[in-house]
Nanobody, 125 residues
């Protein structure tokens, strides 16, 4: 079993930056594709970004492409989400999740096995 703990959320003004982290327990972190999803109140959980097991491939939702960057450090069992040029519509709870195997269908939350508890990101206008 894998436990995921997100951190780094907070309140930021529009146009600002924030980095959230997700630390994973266990020794198999490098065997998982990692994803970030977000959920705003009253909305469905939506895909934000994903990264392959080695970190060599990354995938982004159109809404965050060019503004957000996902990275991972397998030695530290941690995945990061750097968010720049934040907009009020980025306000949501952000969740990291693990997906066994490769990154196929990376945007489908149903294919992810373990989820963190979420960290709140609020962008004020």
């Amino acid at each position: 079993q894998v436990q995921l703990v997100e951190s780094g959320g907070g309140l930021v003004q529009a146009g600002g930056s924030l980095r959230v982290s997700c630390a994973a327990s266990g020794r198999t972190f490098s065997s998982y594709t990692m994803g970030w999803f977000r959920q705003a109140p009253g909305k469905e959980r939506e895909f934000v970004t994903a990264i392959s097991r080695s970190g060599g491939s990354t995938y982004y939702a159109d809404s965050v492409k060019g503004r957000f960057t996902i990275s991972r450090d397998n030695a530290k069992n941690t995945v990061y989400l750097q968010m720049n040029s934040l907009k009020p519509e980025d306000t949501a709870a952000y969740y990291c999740a693990t997906k066994s195997g490769g990154p196929s269908y990376y945007s489908n939350p149903r294919l992810y096995d373990y989820w963190g508890q979420g960290t709140q990101v609020t962008v004020s206008s």
